[in-house]
T-cell receptor, first 120, second 112 residues
Framework: SAVISQKPSRDICQRGTSLTIQCQVD?????MFWYRQQPGQSLTLIAT?????????ESGFVIDKFPISRPNLTFSTLTVSNMSPEDSSIYLC?????????????????FGPGTRLTVT | QKEVEQDPGPLSVPEGAIVSLNCTYS??????FMWYRQYSRKGPELLMY????GNKEDGRFTAQVDKSSKYISLFIRDSQPSDSATYLC????????????FGRGTSLIVHP
């Protein structure tokens, strides 16, 4: 299993500013993901961070608002730009690991501890 | 209608009770069904994983999948205060589409 750390663990920011969240994994991984967990809402995938190429964003999320860097196989950053109170959420970094059940193969997500962001 | 529906609770039970947590879903392509547990101020961690229909037991936990009804359950026997957490169901279709779709999570409180 991968050990994932995130910085900062929490922050309170003013609207209009930007915050960069760092994610560090203790081993090299191909796929890294960024999720958002808003109060009372499902865990929502923001984007897949690709090493050496631009991130792949899910519907409703754009690069200008959530720029992502992935300089190597153990590290990624997510920036929340021009923040508004609606961006208050927990942001989680994750990596995937293979799960097998007989011949069936899927992947589980290992999550970091999250970054709790409050925008005032 | 959301793809995965899960009652957010909170669900409050006395220690020793049997807990039933449930999710319904609409996408018949889902084949892989997972339950994650999330303690306060922590990231979710995988608790149980089931492929297709059927039951799977692990200690005090039993995961049940009924694909004909598009309904999955997690049962916790002899619940303990340490089981107090948010439980998220998640599911994926596989076949190259492994990113799971999560439910909202159910907050469980087991009081002594």
């Amino acid at each position: 299993s991968a050990v994932i750390s995130q910085k900062p663990s929490r922050d309170i920011c003013q609207r209009g500013t930007s915050l960069t969240i760092q994610c560090q994994v203790d081993s090299q991984v191909t796929m890294m993901f960024w999720y958002r967990q808003q109060p009372g809402q499902s865990l929502t995938l923001i984007a897949t961070a690709n090493q050496g190429s631009e991130a792949t964003y899910e519907s409703g999320f754009v690069i200008d608002k959530f720029p992502i860097s992935r300089p190597n196989l153990t590290f990624s950053t997510l920036t929340v730009s021009n923040m508004s109170p609606e961006d208050s959420s927990i942001y989680l970094c994750s990596v995937e690991a293979e799960l097998t059940s007989g011949r069936a193969v899927t992947y589980e997500q290992y999550f970091g501890p999250g970054t709790r962001l409050t925008v005032t | 209608q959301k793809e995965v529906e899960q009652d957010p609770g909170p669900l409050s039970v006395p220690e020793g009770a049997i807990v039933s947590l449930n999710c319904t879903y609409s996408n018949s392509a889902f084949q892989y069904f997972m339950w994650y547990r999330q303690y306060s101020r922590k990231g979710p961690e995988l608790l149980m994983y089931t492929y297709s229909s059927g039951n799977k037991e692990d200690g005090r936990f039993t995961a049940q999948v009924d694909k004909s009804s598009k309904y999955i359950s997690l049962f916790i026997r002899d619940s303990q205060p340490s089981d107090s957490a948010t439980y998220l169901c998640a599911m994926s279709a596989g076949g190259g589409s492994y990113i799971p779709t999560f439910g909202r999570g159910t907050s469980l409180i087991v009081h002594p």
